[in-house]
């Protein structure tokens, strides 16, 4: 498939590194020849060019977990800062330096659950967290999971784990916040 493009890349300029993200203001010209500088956060500190933009490595994972029966998905809720209110969200978080993605998502899977990766029944391709406003990519991990609950190890998350049925899910769907990617998921799979 041939890509069309009407916006013609001109610069990226870094305005402000933080510990985790970096915002940096891109600018492209129109298809009118209008200056367009668009505002974006990256995991990526040094990106110069549209290639740094454009072709990255896949910056976390998410795990989207059933028990053993396939009756049952796994949520956190967990606290979200930039929301100020408890989210429901699945299990994820970033890949280490030196990490393989399996090897995030048994350990992410680990420190925010208590839970063991038992097995992997599909990795789906690269996605991204929030498109209009990041190039953070992820991948996600579907498989199962088991073991027993514990809280989080970091005492930067509060993460409440849980396991539940479609109709929990469901009424969990009209009364409750999620991240948009649970959302879409749950709400597809508690209606099978």
Known sequence: MEEIRDMEFQKIEKIQEGNYITRYDLTYETADHQKKVYEMISR???????KELTERKVDAVVLIMHDASGEKVLLNREYRMATGRFVYNFPAGLID?????MQSAARELKEETGLDLIRVDDLIGESYSAVGFSNEKNVCVVGV?????????????????????K??????????PFAARTQAYCYLWSKK
């Open 167 to 176: 109709e929990q899910v469901r009424r969990l769907l009209k009364t409750e």
């Open 97 to 101: 330096e030196g990490e393989e993605p």
């Open 145 to 165: 999971a088991d073991g027993r609950f514990a809280a989080s190890s970091s005492a930067l998350e509060e993460i409440e784990a849980g396991w539940y049925t």
């Open 44 to 50: 990526d500190k040094h990106m110069d060019g549209f």
